[in-house]
């Protein structure tokens, strides 16, 4: 990912909170010449043994992944290969109607995240279940209404060997946060105000960003 020197992160902390607040990741591998790239949408967590509270730089920390065994993309996947997660965060357009200034163009802000690193498959129906559990309670407490799992598990067990569970040990990040840095100081408030009062959800949280900025 191409990212200018001033759509970059104020802080590695910007990253870690994106993935975390936006944990539906797109999953990326090259696949065969026949069968071209593969991408699923897939939920990712940090792994709570390891990573749970993880704040630091995202290189070294491990992330548990899964997807349909069905999947050709499981298939596709080998324990020690290279995979490429991709997270998108608040973005909206931005029309030039907001700048008060001519000439002007149209943009879009985003925020993204991407993050290479190693695969490691599991094979254990109970490491597998772990993982599923350990996504439910994340999920949960953070966006959920604090569901109580414990009727489910004889569901889940039934289910669970359909599920291809993974380790992501993260080996490089990259962050794109554009957020009209690229704009006069004055215009860029003007954006990140009318983004604040928008009826939007996007555009109010991309102004959120906007007024950690630097």
Same mark, same amino acid.
């Not at 598990?153 to 794109?176: H, N, S």
């Given at each position: 990912?191409?990212?200018?020197?001033?759509?970059?992160?104020?802080?590695?902390?910007?990253?870690?909170?994106?993935?975390?607040?936006?944990?539906? %990741?797109? %999953?990326?591998?090259?696949?065969? *010449?026949?069968?071209?790239?593969?991408?699923?949408?897939?939920?990712?967590?940090?792994? *709570?043994?390891?990573?749970?509270?993880?704040?630091?730089? =995202?290189?070294?920390?491990?992330?548990?992944?899964?997807?349909?065994?069905?999947?050709?993309?499981? %298939?596709?996947?080998?324990?020690?290969?290279?995979?490429?997660?991709?997270?998108?965060?608040?973005?909206?357009?931005?029309?030039?109607?907001?700048?008060?200034?001519?000439?002007?163009? *149209?943009?879009?802000?985003?925020?993204?995240?991407?993050?290479?690193?190693?695969?490691?498959?599991?094979?254990?129906?109970?490491?597998?279940?772990?993982?599923?559990?350990?996504?439910?309670?994340?999920?949960?407490?953070?966006?959920?209404?604090?569901?109580? #799992?414990?009727?489910?598990?004889?569901?889940?067990?039934?289910?669970? *060997?359909?599920?291809?569970?993974?380790?992501?040990?993260?080996?490089? %990040?990259?962050? #794109?946060?554009? =957020?009209?840095?690229?704009?006069?100081?004055?215009?860029?408030?003007?954006?990140?105000?009318?983004?604040?009062?928008?009826?939007?959800?996007?555009?109010?949280?991309?102004?959120?960003? #906007?007024?950690?900025?630097?």
């Amino acid at each position: 990912m191409f990212v200018p020197s001033f759509y970059r992160e104020p802080d590695s902390s910007w990253m870690v909170d994106l993935i975390r607040g936006n944990p539906l %990741a797109l %999953a990326v591998v090259n696949g065969s *010449p026949e069968d071209g790239p593969f991408a699923t949408h897939l939920p990712v967590i940090f792994d *709570p043994r390891t990573s749970g509270d993880w704040s630091g730089e =995202l290189p070294g920390a491990t992330l548990l992944g899964h997807m349909n065994r069905d999947n050709p993309h499981w %298939a596709a996947l080998e324990t020690g290969g290279v995979l490429l997660l991709t997270f998108t965060g608040p973005h909206s357009y931005v029309s030039p109607t907001v700048y008060e200034v001519t000439p002007a163009a *149209p943009t879009w802000n985003f925020t993204t995240v991407h993050v290479r690193g190693r695969v490691e498959k599991i094979d254990s129906v109970e490491e597998t279940l772990d993982v599923v559990q350990s996504t439910v309670r994340a999920f949960e407490g953070a966006f959920g209404n604090g569901w109580d #799992m414990t009727g489910s598990l004889d569901y889940f067990r039934k289910i669970v *060997p359909g599920v291809g569970a993974f380790r992501f040990t993260v080996t490089g %990040a990259e962050g #794109m946060f554009k =957020l009209s840095q690229e704009q006069p100081g004055e215009v860029r408030e003007r954006v990140r105000e009318s983004f604040g009062r928008s009826a939007c959800t996007h555009k109010r949280e991309t102004a959120g960003l #906007m007024s950690r900025l630097p």
